[in-house]
Structures are given as structure tokens and as C-alpha cells.
């Protein structure tokens, strides 16, 4: 993952990364570091932030003990979701701690008054700071004809978000305007586009 932040921070793509951005803390600087001289915004998807157990202690008062454990279910998990790599250290940065540990060290730091830099709670398609469409024509100029997949986390974040059937749908019809903007851009005409 290290090396694909790199060729989209030299591309100027603003980007979202999931885990593992790098294997280590010099792998994961290096990517802060190109992001900010080329500033390029990049951030990682933080999505316990606000979600119903942060919420709950939110509302249970001040936090003077903390103890944080999440279950995940087995280590086993990841070959069955084809996701083998993830018990390979050298690959993964340290496995399962590694995938899941941020987030809690995240929500931990937020309790005990840390500053934590938090730009834009959310990402919904259309209404963020991604810019789709520069995304989406650098995919089209590359000859990308794959899928493109979206995720829209009500569950961790109602407070933020319209009810899925309305914002899923406002977002995959600003998609299907941007694709078709893109086709009519790179054929000069309007190309219909399924989504």
C-alpha cells in the first residue's frame, strides 16, 4: 500500500487509505510526508469516531479508567475471506493488532483530551472534499474498466448521514453524472453509463 500512496500523492489524487498504509512507522511517515510537500490531502478512515460505543461513553460522562478490547472473531477469519496476507507480518506490519489496534489508540487518545486533527467528518459521495471526478477521469485515462465500490457506513455514523435509501442514492446518481461528464469528455459525446 505504501508504494501505491506514493504514485497517487505524485498523481496530486487526493485519497482516503485503509490499513496497511505501511508496515511500520517509517513507511507510514514517508506517505505524511509526500502528502504534505505535494499538499495532496490524504487521511485514513477513522470509523469508530462517533459510532455507538464512543457515543455511549460520551454519554456515560467524564472517562477517569479506560480499558479497551474489541473481539473480531479468530485469526482464521482472514484466510476465509481471502485475506491471508493480513497473518503475514511482513506484509501486513503485524497482523490483526496492527488492522484494528488504530482505531482504539484513536477513540483513547480522543478521551484522555489529546489533540487529534479532524478535518471532515464525512466522506458521502458529492458532499465531501474528494474530488470524484479527477478521480474518476485519471480511471478512465488509465483505461480502468473494472468495478468501482462505495461504502456508506450508516451503522457507525446516523448522526451524520441521511437514511442509506436517500444518501446512497444521492451519491450514486452524482457518480453516474460524473462518469457521464467523463465519457462525454473523452468521446465527445454522452455515453450512458450503469451503476
Request: glycine content about 8%; some cysteine.
Amino acid at each position: 500500500m505504501a508504494a501505491i500512496s506514493h504514485k497517487v500523492v505524485d498523481r496530486g489524487i487526493p485519497f482516503v487509505i485503509e490499513k496497511p498504509a505501511g508496515v511500520d512507522v517509517p513507511q507510514l511517515q514517508a506517505i505524511a510526508d509526500a502528502a504534505h510537500r505535494a499538499k495532496v490531502p490524504a487521511t485514513v478512515p477513522f470509523v469508530q469516531r462517533n459510532a455507538p460505543v464512543e457515543t455511549w461513553l460520551r454519554q456515560a460522562g467524564d472517562i477517569v479508567y479506560e480499558r479497551l478490547s474489541f473481539v473480531a472473531g479468530p485469526p482464521g477469519r482472514y484466510r476465509r475471506n481471502g485475506s491471508p496476507w493480513m497473518l503475514d507480518p511482513p506484509r501486513s506490519g503485524g497482523g490483526c493488532l496492527t488492522n484494528l489496534g488504530p482505531h482504539f489508540v484513536d477513540l483513547a487518545l480522543r478521551h484522555i483530551g489529546a489533540s487529534v486533527d479532524v478535518t471532515h467528518k464525512r466522506s458521502v459521495v458529492g458532499d465531501g472534499s474528494v474530488p470524484w471526478g479527477q478521480i474518476l477521469r485519471h480511471l478512465r485515462n488509465v483505461k480502468y474498466d473494472d468495478a468501482l465500490s462505495l461504502e456508506y457506513e450508516y451503522r457507525w455514523h446516523p448522526q451524520d448521514l441521511d437514511e442509506p435509501e436517500v444518501g446512497f442514492r444521492r451519491s450514486a446518481q452524482h457518480l453516474r453524472s460524473l462518469l457521464a461528464e467523463c465519457d462525454a469528455d473523452t468521446s465527445g459525446r454522452t455515453v450512458g453509463v450503469a451503476l
